[in-house]
Nanobody, 125 residues
Framework: QVLLAESGGGLVQPGGSLRLSCAVT?????????VGWFRQAPGKEREFVVVISRSGGSTYYADSVKGRFTIARDNAKNTVFLQMNILKPDDTAVYYC?????????????????WGQGTQVTVSS
């Protein structure tokens, strides 16, 4: 069983920053999983945000967040971090982290086996 728990969401003004964390609990080594972040805004479909590979050596960002968001993982702490800077109202959504057993940097939600419950991020003045 693999459990993922997001934290760090909240309300922030446009231009501000937030840091999300995703803690992973698993009977297998944390490095067995690529970890991605997805988000879902009200009335919209869930969309891919960013992914980091098993080793942390590769990442892939959606164009909408490139240059503003940074993903990192600490395999010793079984945690993935998402630093979000220059936040915009369009970034408002529930953010989910997910673990994939695929190699590389999977971007399709169907490639992910395990999901967290999500954390709300609201960007508003």
């Amino acid at each position: 069983q693999v459990l993922l728990a997001e934290s760090g969401g909240g309300l922030v003004q446009p231009g501000g920053s937030l840091r999300l964390s995703c803690a992973v609990t698993s009977g297998r080594a944390f490095s067995s999983y690529a970890v991605g972040w997805f988000r879902q805004a009200p009335g919209k479909e869930r969309e891919f945000v960013v992914v980091i590979s098993r080793s942390g050596g590769s990442t892939y960002y959606a164009d909408s967040v490139k240059g503003r968001f940074t993903i990192a993982r600490d395999n010793a702490k079984n945690t993935v971090f998402l630093q979000m800077n220059i936040l915009k109202p369009d970034d408002t959504a529930v953010y989910y982290c997910a673990a994939s057993e695929h190699f590389g940097v999977p971007q399709d939600s169907s490639q992910y086996n395990y999901w967290g419950q999500g954390t709300q991020v609201t960007v508003s003045s």
